[in-house]
C-alpha cells in the first residue's frame, strides 16, 4: 500500500517556498573506491567504502510574480528573493523539508545546502512555472513525528 503524497513545505533558511508542486530528492549515496591490484585473489575487484553524499533536492511550482518568495532579485534577473541569499552566500543555508498528512508534520529531513540552480519557464497559455535545484552538504537529520 502507498501513501499519497498530501503536503511538503520546503524551508530555505526562514524563507517557506510556496506553490511548490513538486520535489524530489535523489537519495543518499556513497563514493566507491576500487583497491584492485594485480594480486587480487582469483581475479576479483575489491572496493572500500568513501565518503557519503547527501544528495540534491529539486522542486519545482508554479510561479506567482507576487508571491514573496518567487519575486525577481533587484538586478530584474531569474533568480527568486528566497534563493538570492543562498546563491550569494559563502555558507552554506538549512535546508528543511516538512512531510505533512492532513495538514500534521509526520517528519522533517534537514540538512546544509546551497541553490546550484534556479530558473523560471513562461509559455504561451500555459502556467508559468519555476525549478530550483538545491545541492545538500554534511549529514542530514531525519525526523519522524
Given at each position: 500500500?502507498?501513501?499519497?503524497?498530501?503536503?511538503?513545505?520546503?524551508?530555505?533558511?526562514?524563507?517557506?517556498?510556496?506553490?511548490?508542486?513538486?520535489?524530489?530528492?535523489d537519495?543518499?549515496?556513497?563514493?566507491?573506491?576500487?583497491?584492485?591490484?594485480?594480486?587480487?585473489?582469483?581475479?576479483?575487484?575489491?572496493?572500500?567504502?568513501?565518503?557519503k553524499?547527501?544528495?540534491?533536492?529539486?522542486?519545482?511550482?508554479?510561479?506567482?510574480?507576487?508571491?514573496?518568495?518567487?519575486?525577481?532579485?533587484?538586478?530584474?534577473?531569474?533568480?527568486?528573493?528566497?534563493?538570492?541569499?543562498?546563491?550569494?552566500?559563502t555558507?552554506?543555508?538549512?535546508?528543511?523539508?516538512?512531510?505533512?498528512?492532513?495538514?500534521?508534520?509526520?517528519?522533517?529531513?534537514?540538512?546544509?545546502?546551497?541553490?546550484?540552480?534556479?530558473?523560471?519557464?513562461?509559455?504561451?497559455?500555459?502556467?508559468?512555472?519555476?525549478?530550483c535545484?538545491?545541492?545538500?552538504?554534511?549529514?542530514?537529520?531525519?525526523?519522524?513525528?
Open positions: 500500500m502507498g501513501v499519497m503524497a498530501d503536503a511538503i513545505q520546503i524551508n530555505l533558511g526562514a524563507s517557506n517556498i510556496g506553490i511548490v508542486t513538486g520535489m524530489t530528492w537519495g543518499l549515496s556513497r563514493d566507491v573506491l576500487e583497491t584492485t591490484t594485480f594480486s587480487s585473489a582469483a581475479n576479483w575487484k575489491e572496493f572500500v567504502k568513501g565518503y553524499d547527501a544528495g540534491e533536492i529539486t522542486f519545482s511550482g508554479n510561479y506567482i510574480t507576487d508571491n514573496a518568495t518567487h519575486l525577481g532579485d533587484t538586478a530584474g534577473g531569474f533568480i527568486f528573493d528566497g534563493f538570492d541569499s543562498t546563491i550569494d552566500a555558507a552554506s543555508t538549512t535546508i528543511t523539508l516538512t512531510y505533512m498528512k492532513t495538514a500534521s508534520t509526520v517528519g522533517t529531513h534537514t540538512c546544509l545546502g546551497f541553490v546550484s540552480s534556479a530558473s523560471i519557464s513562461s509559455n504561451v497559455n500555459e502556467i508559468q512555472t519555476f525549478s535545484t538545491v545541492k545538500l552538504t554534511g549529514a542530514p537529520t531525519f525526523n519522524v513525528s
